[in-house]
């Protein structure tokens, strides 16, 4: 054999050699990214199985007696606060806004931190506490945050120095949680794209589409393929039934625009003598808000304490009509148990709130369906709190699997959200990461420029968790 030859065949080996290293290297990161999208999907289902489990304890407590709850919500939330600033520094709050700080924070370290898996168990143990005690919280948004660090421990197993493919497995692992909590998958793909990340690049929509795919199948194969309120034959069709498109759309977006500005001024601070109790005893001030909760409570005959799913369910189906106490008094309790600083997110109450307003307008509207007019009032809402209309739209509809209603769902969400803007100039989520991202630059940390629409709270600033001092409320 000719020397040259001998040199072709020799370097044609290494070739071979090299792509077989390099399809192994990418078949193993591709299988490490299908395994924690399917760890997502099946802790998703378990925090799900321990939030009813709490619901129907605290039910039960309620029945015996309802006036123990002014003795367990004040309790409940101060050990709850407690624990937080103690155990689980940045598992306060939603974990949205966290999620979307992550996607723009250049200091990994504290990407690291704010997404580790000991904070991702604080957030489903205390969340589902907060539950059982009686806070008017939700798990759908804890779910995206859990999501996100799960598949960041993965991205960090695979040794991962790309910001790129770190920041892609944080959106898909968000994504995926949304999925998972509200079996789904659509919501999730658009959730990831209009909320968490505001674009869709190319480099890691492989990441995020599968990851919602496996971590919805997974949810599916585990608890069947449910629909999160049932399944609603309801239509509007066009014509007068449209008023009320227009009478949710302006309401609802009135009220969630109204919801947001609340929690992103609170955000900032209070003024005077409450504002020093806040900052210096949280504690105290977090078991001030639970006696406010059980007032609100035993006001409501317990129809404000948890996430306000069945609420919800029976105003949808059209079992059970509740006054329009029923979501002034929700409004009220969930803004109250976020300001506590307690972990436990939106979603869920802001639904529950929305079916509420839905159900009281639709007995001036005898002309269009009521379980319509109740959707419309959920997804106005919804829509005008985090003002992600595309994304509103999508998880009513999956939620109830109803595609006949989706031109009106979208009419209204797009409706509230411009009121939602003229109360609002910020979105809720938007502003909670941009307060979280300020304190990261006086730790003094880096990071990339957010979109104007991004917002915050603080509650959700994590102060402690940067500058390893007790954090702001």
């Avoid at 990994?108 to 008017?136: E, H, M, N, P, Q």
């Avoid at 900032?268 to 977090?286: E, H, S, Y």
């Amino acid at each position: 054999m000719r020397p040259s030859t001998a040199l072709r065949q020799s370097n044609r080996i290494q070739y071979l050699r090299r792509s077989a290293r390099v399809t192994t290297t990418q078949w193993r990161r591709t299988l490490t990214y299908w395994l924690g999208a399917i760890l997502v999907g099946i802790v998703a289902v378990g925090f799900a199985e321990a939030a009813d489990w709490a619901a129907r304890a605290r039910s039960r407590m309620v029945h015996w007696d309802p006036w123990i709850m002014v003795v367990v919500i004040p309790g409940g939330l101060a050990l709850s606060t407690w624990l937080t600033r103690r155990f689980f520094r940045g598992a306060q709050g939603s974990g949205i806004p966290q999620t979307i700080a992550t996607l723009h924070i250049d200091n990994f370290g504290v990407v690291d931190r704010v997404l580790s898996l000991r904070t991702a168990f604080g957030k489903i143990l205390l969340t589902t506490f907060g539950l059982l005690c009686g806070a008017s919280i939700g798990r759908e948004g804890p779910t995206v945050q859990i999501g996100a660090s799960i598949m960041h421990a993965f991205s960090r197993l695979l040794g991962h120095s790309n910001v790129t493919a770190k920041r892609g497995a944080i959106l898909a692992g968000g994504a995926a949680g949304v999925s998972a909590a509200f079996n789904t998958p659509l919501a999730g793909i658009v959730f990831a794209i209009e909320e968490l990340s505001h674009s869709f690049e190319q480099r890691t929509s492989g990441t995020m589409l599968t990851g919602v795919v496996l971590s919805g199948v997974t949810a599916i194969a585990l608890v069947g393929n449910y629909t999160y309120f049932g399944h609603t034959d309801v239509d509007v069709p066009i014509g007068i039934s449209w008023i009320a498109v227009l009478t949710c759309g302006i309401v609802g977006g009135l009220a969630g625009g109204s919801f947001s500005a609340i929690l992103i001024r609170a955000s900032k601070g209070i003024p005077g003598a409450l504002g020093r109790f806040i900052m210096q005893r949280p504690v105290a001030f977090a078991a001030s808000c639970g006696l406010v909760l059980a007032v609100l409570g035993l006001v409501s005959h317990g129809a404000t304490y948890g996430t306000g799913y069945a609420q919800a369910r029976a105003i949808i189906d059209g079992s059970e009509h509740y006054p329009a106490s029923f979501f002034i008094l929700k409004f009220l309790a969930t803004i109250v148990s976020y300001c506590s600083g307690i972990p436990g997110g939106l979603f869920a109450p802001s639904l529950a709130i929305g079916a509420g307003i839905g159900g009281w307008i639709e007995q001036f509207l005898p002309h269009t369906t009521p379980g319509a007019v109740v959707l419309l009032g959920m997804v106005a809402y919804f829509s005008a709190v985090v003002q992600a209309p595309l994304t509103a739209t999508v998880i009513v509809m999956e939620m109830c699997d109803n595609q006949q209603v989706t031109l009106a769902l979208m009419a209204t969400s797009f409706l509230a959200f411009g009121v939602s803007r003229m109360i609002c100039a910020h979105a809720l989520y938007g502003a909670l990461a941009d307060r979280f991202m300020d304190t990261v630059d006086r730790a003094p940390v880096t990071r990339r420029p957010a979109t104007e629409s991004r917002g915050a709270n603080a509650t959700e600033t994590l102060v402690g968790e940067v500058q390893g001092k007790p954090d702001a409320s």
